[in-house]
């Protein structure tokens, strides 16, 4: 019942702008809209297909965006990652990060990229792929609110080293493989 009165009157209301467009204000304000409306769609298709990662202009610059907030936080991005990712046909090993081991081994197997050995993050590694996830410094459950620094980090802080390959949308880094 709300929505359809929702309906209603938004469709008045755009009815009478366009009925009384001879009017500065409703021309103003008809500007106004489709302008918000073409910078919404033009953001909406340069995101494509990770549009859940949105985030709006009032949180600033998108490249310091994996601080504020787990972008791909469903790891979509790891089949583009991997499939532009030719380098991983050499015998290697992978570490993983913010991401499900298995996903990424499927994407690995059905690229037939099997020289690749899948070791956690502890152990030895030549490559690490991520997204910003947010995890624990030392394991630490625990979050102490005065200093926010205490016991949080993510990924892309944490695994320092070259990027190797990324996928990104509006300067804004969703996954990478980065070499030690």
């Known amino acids: 019942m709300v929505f359809a009165i929702f309906l209603y009157n938004s469709s008045s209301c755009n009815l009478f702008l366009i009925e009384n467009f001879k009017k500065v204000t409703c021309k103003f304000t008809l500007l106004i809209l489709l302008g918000l409306v073409s910078y919404y769609l033009l953001n909406f298709f340069s995101i494509t297909p990770y549009q859940y990662t949105y985030l709006n202009i009032l949180n600033g610059k998108n490249n310091f965006a994996y601080k504020k907030f787990e972008n791909d936080y469903w790891g979509t991005s790891l089949?583009?990652?991997?499939?532009?990712?030719?380098?991983?046909?050499?015998?290697?090993?992978?570490?993983?990060?913010?991401?499900?081991?298995?996903?990424?081994?499927?994407?690995?197997?059905?690229?037939?990229?099997?020289?690749?050995t899948i070791v956690n993050t502890n152990e030895s590694y030549d490559f690490i792929i991520m997204t910003n996830r947010t995890i624990w410094k030392d394991n630490k459950i625990s979050i102490n609110t005065k200093n926010q620094k205490s016991g949080i980090t993510?990924?892309?802080?944490?695994?320092?080293?070259?990027?190797?390959?990324?996928?990104?949308?509006?300067?804004?880094?969703?996954?990478?493989?980065?070499?030690?």
């Open 79 to 116: 089949k583009e990652l991997i499939n532009k990712s030719n380098f991983l046909n050499k015998k290697g090993k992978l570490a993983i990060c913010g991401v499900n081991a298995e996903v990424v081994k499927s994407y690995l197997n059905k690229n037939k990229l099997s020289k690749i």
């Open 154 to 180: 993510t990924c892309f802080q944490k695994f320092k080293g070259k990027d190797l390959s990324t996928v990104k949308r509006n300067n804004l880094l969703l996954s990478t493989i980065r070499e030690k």
